[in-house]
């Protein structure tokens, strides 16, 4: 006799414990109430939650309970920072280019009248002197080629070869950070249009890989990546490099930042 395939639905499960299927459907609609008011209770919360972050008295332009947390993210970055702890270098044939941001660079620009002017440290209530400089005073400085990765807050990086001078040569050959026996805090570095601005602890400036660099992959900046002179600073985020430099200035209350003014960690490093 030929035996034919069983292609029948298997059995459902039976009810657990023997409960009736309106017993059940009981039983799961209390679960899903319940579910629905829990899940509201959390939303409203979360909402309450950001409402009151969001109408809290302001610190630098940041809500309180956010600066507070951008300062402890700031203090960690600066207690990890060591004038000895370098920036990992890659080969110069892993450099790669990216264009991205051009807050300060849009107005056009004349690079050979191009000028850095350089605001010397004055204790309070001493003048402070100016000092300007051309492309080739930096370029007569030591000159510095390297390789490191530029990272972006918005979580992306590249292999980027820089070079330019060492700031901290810089310096050493125009002491402009110091004056009668003390040192400044901070250094103000600012767009030749004044509308992109960065923050440095002097200790971050002076470090070995910071520079001010005139020349990337190879070629002398373009105007998109900050002719003719830029900051580089590695073991900071990219929202740190500024490009074209216009304005430097020795200082011990800590400078404006463009985007810690926008809620970002004021230090940046990485």
């Known amino acids: ?16 414990a023997g409960l009736l299927e309106a017993d059940v459907a009981r039983q799961a609609a209390g ?41 402890a993210n700031g203090r960690l970055s600066q207690a990890y920072f060591r004038e000895a702890r370098l920036a990992p270098t890659f080969p110069k044939a892993m450099a790669t280019t990216r264009q991205n941001g051009n807050i300060g660079l849009e107005q056009s620009f004349v690079t050979a009248d191009w000028r850095m002017r350089v605001q010397a440290y004055a204790p309070a209530g001493a003048p402070a002197r100016v000092q300007e400089f051309t492309i080739d005073d930096i370029k007569a400085l030591p000159r510095v080629d390297m390789t490191t990765e530029l990272k972006c ?24 950070a110091t004056a009668g026996g003390r040192a400044a805090r901070y250094v103000s570095v600012v ?36 002719a003719p002179l830029r900051l580089v600073t590695p073991l900071k ?28 960690d004021w230090d940046s490093g990485h």
């Open 153 to 176: 807050i918005e979580g992306w990086s590249i292999k980027v070869n820089w070079v330019g001078a060492r700031f901290s040569d810089f310096l050493e050959k125009y002491p402009l």
């Open 1 to 16: 006799m030929e035996t034919r395939p069983d292609y029948s639905a298997p059995p459902l499960p039976e009810s657990p």
């Open 31 to 71: 679960r899903s109430r319940r579910a629905f008011i829990v899940g509201g209770l959390a939303a409203l919360a979360g909402v309450g939650g950001w409402r009151w972050l969001l109408t809290r008295p302001t610190d630098d332009g940041t809500p309180w309970p956010f600066r507070r947390v951008l300062d």
């Open 191 to 226: 767009t030749p249009d004044e509308k992109y601005y960065v923050g440095l602890d002097l200790s971050n400036a002076v470090h070995p890989q910071t520079l001010l660099c005139y020349e990337m992959n190879g070629q002398p900046l373009t105007g998109a990546h900050g």
């Open 237 to 264: 985020y990219g929202i740190k490099h500024l490009k074209r430099i216009g304005t430097i200035a020795f200082v011990d209350e800590r400078p404006a930042d463009f985007w810690a003014e926008q809620g970002y």
